[in-house]
């Protein structure tokens, strides 16, 4: 139930969450966007003119697109059914290929790449391992690996700043590679989600487009990641101000309780429950007629995400990658919501499936 009207909860103070990274060990530096850190991690992962990468075959075309441009061949490996890495294979592809790089990637912050990692490193010292915890942002110091050279997140998918991702890495970056700020995309970002707040209490619809444009403009410029650029001095101020132990118990307890209510009422990905002691990106679950049950589930007010849609090459490697990408919905369990929410996303999403 609902309640309303008790006493206001506290005013929760930032606890330097994103100040404090460098305790790790690493050199740790801000950038605009996810695409433009891993841009700059190709840039400095190998500067060889003939170069090849690992990739998990369950991603999409704005990770692989950055390693791309930077003039690497990207080879995708297979992946287990709880998106773990299949070893097997991709010992295979190291003796084949001889990479200088492998991405890894901890999906939903369930799927442990430790093992992989040691693989790699016992094949070949000298590869970098670059990892991107974007689905566990807040749970970096549980999955630290200190044989992993770069870690990379996109922060915007974690915490509402206009713009923001972060490199951890054990070896100086290239920062001759960072030009100036682009302060107009900051502004615009900034403008288009606080109109997207006061809609929360106002549902003025002509203000929804609005911000909704922009928010597609913005998007937009991203994904040209024609430069790679610093974090905004507007979204630095944001981030300290975040609690990182606070949005971390939010996500563990709503992925706890949402995991619970759906349990054998809808098809999850198996091994997801082992993110509950850490701090999830989203709760993926498997539905058939996908586009059909997000359609219905948007119009009931919950929105659901595809993650990636992934390319022909990869779904011939992967059949999970395959199954995934025609199967998954990705739901919101973030610290925007409240035990209340998930009760009703919940009802919602079962309803729905169950037709």
């Not at 998106?83 to 939903?108: G, H, I």
């Not at 106002?202 to 922009?214: A, G, H, V, Y």
């Not at 307890?253 to 949402?258: A, D, I, Y």
Request: a negative charge; charged letters at 30%.
């Amino acid at each position: 139930m609902r309640e309303y009207g008790s006493e206001h909860s506290t005013i929760v103070l930032p606890d330097g969450y994103f100040e404090n990274l460098s305790e790790l060990g690493c050199e740790v530096l801000f950038l605009r966007s996810g695409r433009e850190a891993l841009l700059l991690t190709a840039i400095a992962a190998c500067d060889a003119k003939d170069k090849t990468i690992l990739f998990p075959s369950y991603c999409c075309w704005s990770m692989s697109a950055p390693f791309e441009k930077a003039g690497w061949t990207v080879i995708y490996y297979r992946l287990n059914e709880d998106l773990t890495v299949d070893t097997n294979y991709l010992n295979q592809l190291l003796k084949e290929y001889k990479p200088q790089a492998v991405l890894t990637m901890n999906f939903y912050g369930s799927a442990c790449t430790d093992d992989a990692v040691r693989m790699v490193k016992e094949f070949d010292k000298e590869i970098k391992v670059i990892e991107d915890f974007s689905h566990c942002t807040f749970s970096i110091r549980q999955i630290f690996n200190e044989q992993v050279d770069m870690y990379v997140s996109s922060i915007r998918k974690s915490v509402g700043v206009c713009d923001g991702s972060v490199i951890l890495s054990k070896d100086p970056m290239p920062k001759q590679y960072i030009q100036e700020e682009q302060k107009d995309f900051a502004d615009k970002r900034f403008v288009a989600q606080t109109e997207k707040m006061r809609y929360t209490w106002s549902k003025n619809l002509d203000k929804k487009q609005e911000f909704l444009d922009t928010i597609r403009e913005c998007e937009g410029i991203i994904n040209a990641f024609s430069a790679v650029r610093p974090i905004s001095e507007r979204a630095k101020q944001m981030l300290a101000m975040v609690n990182g132990e606070e949005i971390a118990f939010a996500r563990r307890e709503n992925m706890k309780h949402l995991g619970s209510l759906l349990n054998g009422k809808v098809e999850m990905v198996p091994g997801v429950e082992r993110c509950f002691e850490g701090s999830p990106f989203s709760l993926p679950i498997l539905v058939d007629n996908r586009d059909e049950v997000q359609s219905a589930l948007a119009k009931r007010g919950v929105y659901t995400q595809l993650l990636w849609p992934i390319c022909e090459e990869a779904q011939k490697v992967c059949p999970v990658s395959k199954m995934m990408d025609a199967r998954m919905l990705s739901v919101p369990i973030d610290q925007r919501y409240s035990w209340d929410d998930m009760e009703d996303i919940a009802k919602i999403i079962i309803e729905v499936v169950k037709g």
